[in-house]
Protein backbone atom coordinates (compact mmCIF):
# COMPACT_ATOMS: atom_id res chain seq x y z
CA UNK A 1 0.00 0.00 0.00
CA UNK A 2 0.94 3.21 -0.62
CA UNK A 3 1.74 5.92 2.01
CA UNK A 4 -0.73 8.39 0.57
CA UNK A 5 -3.14 5.41 0.90
CA UNK A 6 -2.41 4.79 4.45
CA UNK A 7 -2.61 7.65 5.36
CA UNK A 8 -5.99 8.59 4.22
CA UNK A 9 -7.32 5.36 6.05
CA UNK A 10 -6.43 6.49 9.11
CA UNK A 11 -7.48 10.07 8.88
CA UNK A 12 -11.16 8.16 7.76
CA UNK A 13 -11.16 6.28 10.85
CA UNK A 14 -10.53 9.23 12.99
CA UNK A 15 -13.32 11.45 11.85
CA UNK A 16 -15.36 8.58 11.77
CA UNK A 17 -14.27 8.09 15.57
CA UNK A 18 -14.50 11.40 16.44
CA UNK A 19 -17.98 11.69 15.38
CA UNK A 20 -19.65 8.75 17.48
CA UNK A 21 -17.40 10.31 20.24
CA UNK A 22 -19.37 13.52 19.92
CA UNK A 23 -22.49 12.32 18.59
CA UNK A 24 -25.47 12.91 21.31
CA UNK A 25 -23.42 14.79 23.89
CA UNK A 26 -24.63 17.68 25.72
CA UNK A 27 -22.07 20.76 26.51
CA UNK A 28 -22.56 23.39 28.46
CA UNK A 29 -21.79 25.45 26.11
CA UNK A 30 -22.66 25.73 22.37
CA UNK A 31 -18.75 23.32 20.38
CA UNK A 32 -18.28 22.20 17.56
CA UNK A 33 -20.16 19.01 16.97
CA UNK A 34 -22.02 19.53 20.34
CA UNK A 35 -25.57 19.18 18.50
CA UNK A 36 -28.66 20.18 21.32
CA UNK A 37 -27.55 22.57 23.95
CA UNK A 38 -30.50 22.49 26.64
CA UNK A 39 -30.78 25.86 28.28
CA UNK A 40 -31.94 25.84 32.33
CA UNK A 41 -33.30 28.73 34.41
CA UNK A 42 -35.73 31.83 34.27
CA UNK A 43 -36.09 35.03 32.37
CA UNK A 44 -37.52 37.78 34.13
CA UNK A 45 -38.67 40.62 32.24
CA UNK A 46 -40.25 42.28 35.59
CA UNK A 47 -37.11 44.75 36.13
CA UNK A 48 -37.18 46.48 32.95
CA UNK A 49 -35.86 50.26 33.32
CA UNK A 50 -38.56 52.86 31.60
CA UNK A 51 -36.69 54.32 28.53
CA UNK A 52 -37.95 57.64 27.85
CA UNK A 53 -36.89 58.28 24.02
CA UNK A 54 -39.51 60.90 22.71
CA UNK A 55 -38.10 64.27 21.10
CA UNK A 56 -37.91 67.61 22.86
CA UNK A 57 -37.52 70.96 21.58
CA UNK A 58 -35.62 71.22 17.91
CA UNK A 59 -33.30 69.30 16.43
CA UNK A 60 -30.92 71.23 14.51
CA UNK A 61 -28.95 68.48 11.69
CA UNK A 62 -26.46 69.74 9.37
CA UNK A 63 -23.82 68.45 7.47
CA UNK A 64 -20.55 69.55 7.13
CA UNK A 65 -16.78 69.10 5.84
CA UNK A 66 -18.40 67.42 2.88
CA UNK A 67 -16.19 67.58 -0.48
CA UNK A 68 -17.49 68.94 -3.85
CA UNK A 69 -18.55 67.22 -5.99
CA UNK A 70 -18.95 67.53 -9.79
CA UNK A 71 -19.50 65.26 -12.63
CA UNK A 72 -16.71 64.91 -15.29
CA UNK A 73 -17.49 67.38 -18.34
CA UNK A 74 -18.75 65.65 -21.89
CA UNK A 75 -16.04 67.13 -23.43
CA UNK A 76 -16.06 64.75 -25.99
CA UNK A 77 -19.47 65.75 -27.39
CA UNK A 78 -19.95 67.79 -30.44
CA UNK A 79 -22.67 69.67 -32.03
CA UNK A 80 -24.03 67.98 -34.68
CA UNK A 81 -22.70 64.39 -33.54
CA UNK A 82 -24.19 61.40 -33.91
CA UNK A 83 -24.21 59.39 -30.54
CA UNK A 84 -26.06 56.06 -28.89
CA UNK A 85 -26.80 56.67 -25.28
CA UNK A 86 -27.52 53.81 -23.18
CA UNK A 87 -29.36 54.92 -20.31
CA UNK A 88 -29.29 53.65 -16.48
CA UNK A 89 -32.30 51.43 -17.36
CA UNK A 90 -30.73 49.54 -20.32
CA UNK A 91 -32.69 51.36 -23.33
CA UNK A 92 -30.51 53.10 -25.77
CA UNK A 93 -30.83 55.33 -28.30
CA UNK A 94 -29.79 57.07 -31.19
CA UNK A 95 -29.45 60.85 -31.45
CA UNK A 96 -28.14 63.60 -32.88
CA UNK A 97 -26.38 66.22 -30.36
CA UNK A 98 -27.89 69.69 -32.28
CA UNK A 99 -26.59 71.94 -28.97
CA UNK A 100 -24.35 71.25 -25.82
CA UNK A 101 -25.59 73.42 -22.78
CA UNK A 102 -24.20 73.04 -19.21
CA UNK A 103 -23.69 70.56 -16.51
CA UNK A 104 -24.18 67.49 -19.12
CA UNK A 105 -27.76 69.29 -20.93
CA UNK A 106 -27.72 68.50 -24.63
CA UNK A 107 -30.51 69.43 -26.84
CA UNK A 108 -30.65 66.37 -29.08
CA UNK A 109 -32.95 64.88 -32.04
CA UNK A 110 -34.51 61.59 -32.14
CA UNK A 111 -36.83 60.30 -34.91
CA UNK A 112 -37.47 63.96 -36.11
CA UNK A 113 -38.48 64.82 -31.99
CA UNK A 114 -35.87 67.41 -30.64
CA UNK A 115 -35.52 67.80 -26.92
CA UNK A 116 -33.41 68.31 -24.02
CA UNK A 117 -31.27 65.80 -21.89
CA UNK A 118 -29.26 65.44 -19.37
CA UNK A 119 -26.76 63.33 -20.88
CA UNK A 120 -25.05 62.97 -17.30
CA UNK A 121 -27.65 59.92 -16.20
CA UNK A 122 -26.12 57.77 -18.99
CA UNK A 123 -24.75 54.68 -18.45
CA UNK A 124 -22.56 54.87 -21.75
CA UNK A 125 -22.39 57.39 -24.97
CA UNK A 126 -20.95 55.64 -28.13
CA UNK A 127 -19.73 57.92 -30.29
CA UNK A 128 -21.32 56.68 -34.07
CA UNK A 129 -20.17 57.68 -37.49
Do not use: C
Not at 96 to 101: A, H, K, S
Amino acid sequence: MSMKAVAAAAAAVVMLMWVQTSNGQVYPAPTPGSGVVQVTGKVDVGNIVPVDAAQRGDWRVSVTNTPAVAPVPLSFLKSGGTYAVTWADGARENVRVLQLGGAGWARIEHDRLRRWVNLDLARAIDELP
